[in-house]
């Protein structure tokens, strides 16, 4: 009988094995097609970095992307990436020692740019909002594909091709401008269609593929030590470098719990990192490596400060921990290798990173492990984007109500309420955070699969046989239904001065029904303070006071002066 039972059970595996098998083929078959389609179309394609607000994340943004291309998809050639000499600095701090990067990326500036070179995709990631912050200086070619525009009043141009592809994607959870379009903007061919914005969220695009998590994610403890030790002899910083060093590998404070802090030096997250704080074991030993701006006069508790021992000097290491201590050990900014592996080395020693931004979330889910977030209001939506996934995979894993009411409270203390005291308590819940890796899509893919899509529905100028043939295999249901509707036609939508421009193939009218009259009208600054300047647009439209219109027969809404007009449904429209 047992004989029979393993016989049937061998058999049963091989079956399984085979069904894996044939999927896991098909799947890596259309992943193969889908790149060499990519680069078929796509041999020069520009990632714009320009612009930062004032974190790494914008410009990571662009480098992640880059760096999948290269690792997880063999795009190793054509690639361009374009800095000022704020995004320079962060690029040169990202890719230090990443020598596969520099062979393979061409770092230039607008004024460096070869005013010969045609691109066939331009990248814009982690803007504001889906729009094109330097549309001035693009230049689309328009049925001529032996001019090259080179200079006119604006200065230089970035040259793409008239069937080339424009993608201007968000910030993760789109937080910072809710009140332009919601989605990010894709363009081709004088076409414009709307894609999911990246974020974490079901409806969104999905977050940046960190190689580094992603090398990680499959190492034991033993290989991340060796990893991070290995990795910060490029930290500059020789205090940084040998405490680093020292703690990781056991000659200093020995006897610790070594974690990564971030995002911890703005001062509405400063209490919300008190809570994690008072969250470790009393009568053990921890300490947290850290890049932020964090000072003794931080920590108001007297009980807390009792126990935490801020350092910044090698020299001012122990040997040996003290038993109940908590060693803040504060670092220089750190380059990516080295971040990410300490955040993996916190995740595997038991405990959970704390940090913020949208890099520091997309390096924890790739690398399948509990961890927590500072929030400030850029933040806000991701983090509850976080918990409602979170929460979503709990009730798919687990059955017994009382253990998801108890997993449910403790989400909404850390991600909820931004009360970390009961943190450390994430690492039973393992399983979710492996499963969430799984599950959140790679940005890189989506955009690769929507510069395909965008490319094909312009050359075919959304025929409407080729349309069903076109959405059958997309993901995003933003662009899907984008191109079921057929796009928009128009110039390149982007603003000037903050003001508004409006492009449309159908008519406006006002409120009586009546017909404006095409290309007559423009923006009137002068009137309602909205812009100064309006491109060749198929519609242009000027209003005198506030008033209602509507645009294919949907009612928009313009508020008082200098308010931005609202579209139900939002098209050709862009406030910058």
Same mark, same amino acid.
């Given at each position: 009988? =047992? /004989? *029979?039972? $393993?016989?049937?059970?061998? !058999?049963?595996?091989?079956? @399984?094995?085979?069904?894996?098998? %044939?999927?896991?083929?098909?799947?890596?078959?259309?992943?193969?097609?889908?790149?060499?389609?990519?680069?078929?179309?796509?041999?020069?394609?520009?990632?714009?970095?320009?612009?930062?607000?004032?974190?790494?994340?914008?410009?990571?943004?662009?480098?992640?992307?880059?760096?999948?291309?290269?690792?997880?998809?063999?795009?190793?050639?054509?690639?361009?990436?374009?800095?000022?000499?704020?995004?320079?600095? =962060? /690029? *040169?701090? $990202?890719?230090?020692?990443? !020598?596969?990067?520099?062979? @393979?990326?061409?770092?230039?500036? %607008?004024?460096?740019?070869?005013?010969?070179?045609?691109?066939?995709?331009?990248?814009?990631?982690?803007?504001?909002?889906?729009?094109?912050?330097?549309?001035?200086?693009?230049?689309?070619?328009?049925?001529?594909?032996?001019?090259?525009?080179?200079?006119?009043?604006?200065?230089?141009?970035?040259?793409?091709?008239?069937?080339?592809?424009?993608?201007?994607?968000?910030?993760?959870?789109?937080?910072?401008?809710?009140?332009?379009?919601?989605?990010?903007?894709?363009?081709?061919?004088?076409?414009?269609?709307?894609?999911?914005?990246?974020?974490?969220?079901?409806?969104?695009?999905?977050?940046?593929?960190?190689?580094?998590?992603?090398?990680?994610?499959?190492?034991?403890?033993?290989?991340?030590?060796?990893?991070?030790?290995?990795?910060?002899?490029?930290?500059?910083?020789?205090?940084?470098?040998?405490?680093?060093?020292?703690?990781?590998?056991?000659?200093?404070?020995?006897?610790?719990?070594?974690?990564?802090?971030?995002?911890?030096?703005?001062?509405?997250?400063?209490?919300?990192?008190?809570?994690?704080?008072?969250?470790?074991?009393?009568?053990?030993?921890?300490?947290?490596?850290?890049?932020?701006?964090?000072?003794?006069?931080?920590?108001?508790?007297?009980?807390?400060?009792?126990?935490?021992?801020?350092?910044?000097?090698?020299?001012?290491?122990?040997?040996?921990?003290?038993?109940?201590?908590?060693?803040?050990?504060?670092?220089?900014?750190?380059?990516?290798?080295?971040?990410?592996?300490?955040?993996?080395?916190?995740?595997?020693?038991?405990?959970?990173?704390?940090?913020?931004?949208?890099?520091?979330?997309?390096?924890?889910?790739?690398?399948?492990?509990?961890?927590?977030?500072?929030?400030?209001?850029?933040?806000?939506?991701?983090?509850?984007?976080?918990?409602?996934?979170?929460?979503?995979?709990?009730?798919?894993?687990?059955?017994?109500?009382?253990?998801?009411?108890?997993?449910?409270?403790?989400?909404?203390?850390?991600?909820?309420?931004?009360?970390?005291?009961?943190?450390?308590?994430?690492?039973?819940?393992?399983?979710?955070?492996?499963?969430?890796?799984?599950?959140?899509?790679?940005?890189?893919?989506?955009?690769?699969?929507?510069?395909?899509?965008?490319?094909?529905?312009?050359?075919?100028?959304?025929?409407?046989?080729?349309?069903?043939?076109?959405?059958?295999?997309?993901?995003?249901?933003?662009?899907?239904?984008?191109?079921?509707?057929?796009?928009?036609?128009?110039?390149?939508?982007?603003?000037?001065?903050?003001?508004?421009?409006?492009?449309?193939?159908?008519?406006?009218?006002?409120?009586?029904?009546?017909?404006?009259?095409?290309?007559?009208?423009?923006?009137?600054?002068?009137?309602?303070?909205?812009?100064?300047?309006?491109?060749?647009?198929?519609?242009?439209?000027?209003?005198?006071?506030?008033?209602?219109?509507?645009?294919?027969?949907?009612?928009?809404?313009?508020?008082?002066?200098?308010?931005?007009?609202?579209?139900?449904?939002?098209?050709?429209?862009?406030?910058?």
């Amino acid at each position: 009988m =047992i /004989i *029979e039972v $393993l016989r049937i059970m061998r !058999s049963l595996y091989f079956v @399984i094995s085979l069904i894996s098998f %044939i999927v896991i083929s098909a799947f890596s078959q259309t992943r193969e097609e889908m790149v060499a389609k990519f680069k078929e179309h796509f041999k020069a394609v520009i990632v714009d970095v320009r612009g930062s607000r004032g974190g790494n994340g914008d410009v990571a943004a662009g480098y992640l992307t880059i760096m999948d291309f290269i690792q997880n998809y063999q795009i190793t050639e054509g690639i361009t990436i374009l800095v000022d000499s704020g995004s320079l600095k =962060i /690029i *040169e701090r $990202l890719a230090k020692g990443n !020598s596969r990067f520099w062979s @393979i990326a061409k770092v230039e500036t %607008i004024e460096t740019l070869p005013t010969d070179r045609v691109f066939d995709l331009y990248l814009s990631l982690s803007s504001p909002s889906g729009s094109f912050q330097h549309g001035k200086q693009i230049s689309e070619r328009w049925g001529d594909e032996n001019q090259v525009e080179k200079n006119d009043d604006t200065g230089k141009k970035i040259n793409i091709r008239t069937e080339g592809v424009l993608m201007a994607q968000t910030a993760l959870g789109n937080t910072e401008e809710t009140s332009t379009n919601p989605f990010a903007a894709v363009r081709s061919n004088g076409l414009n269609f709307d894609m999911s914005p990246a974020g974490i969220a079901s409806n969104e695009a999905g977050i940046y593929n960190d190689y580094v998590a992603v090398q990680l994610r499959s190492m034991n403890v033993d290989e991340i030590e060796k990893f991070v030790v290995t990795e910060s002899k490029m930290i500059d910083d020789f205090d940084s470098k040998t405490s680093v060093q020292d703690i990781i590998s056991g000659n200093k404070l020995k006897g610790v719990k070594t974690g990564l802090a971030y995002g911890i030096s703005a001062k509405e997250t400063k209490q919300q990192f008190m809570s994690y704080l008072k969250g470790l074991e009393a009568g053990k030993s921890f300490c947290l490596i850290t890049p932020s701006i964090f000072d003794e006069h931080d920590i108001v508790d007297p009980e807390l400060r009792r126990r935490v021992v801020l350092v910044s000097n090698n020299a001012n290491l122990s040997e040996h921990a003290e038993p109940g201590k908590i060693y803040i050990v504060k670092t220089k900014t750190l380059p990516h290798r080295v971040f990410v592996g300490l955040m993996a080395y916190s995740m595997r020693k038991g405990l959970v990173p704390v940090g913020a931004g949208d890099g520091f979330m997309s390096a924890a889910i790739n690398l399948g492990g509990p961890f927590v977030l500072t929030k400030v209001p850029w933040n806000a939506k991701n983090i509850d984007n976080l918990k409602q996934r979170l929460l979503i995979i709990t009730k798919r894993l687990y059955t017994d109500p009382t253990h998801i009411a108890l997993v449910e409270s403790l989400f909404e203390s850390v991600y909820g309420k931004i009360d970390m005291l009961k943190s450390q308590a994430l690492h039973k819940l393992a399983p979710l955070f492996a499963r969430l890796s799984k599950e959140v899509p790679n940005l890189s893919e989506r955009i690769i699969e929507t510069a395909i899509v965008a490319h094909e529905a312009a050359k075919s100028n959304l025929d409407p046989n080729e349309r069903a043939h076109l959405v059958k295999n997309i993901h995003d249901q933003t662009l899907r239904k984008s191109i079921e509707d057929g796009g928009i036609a128009g110039t390149i939508k982007t603003t000037y001065e903050s003001g508004l421009v409006f492009s449309s193939t159908g008519g406006f009218k006002d409120e009586s029904g009546n017909d404006y009259k095409k290309n007559d009208m423009a923006i009137n600054p002068s009137k309602n303070g909205m812009g100064d300047r309006t491109e060749n647009f198929f519609n242009k439209v000027s209003y005198d006071k506030p008033t209602k219109t509507y645009l294919h027969g949907l009612e928009t809404s313009k508020s008082k002066q200098s308010k931005p007009l609202t579209l139900n449904k939002c098209i050709g429209f862009y406030k910058n």
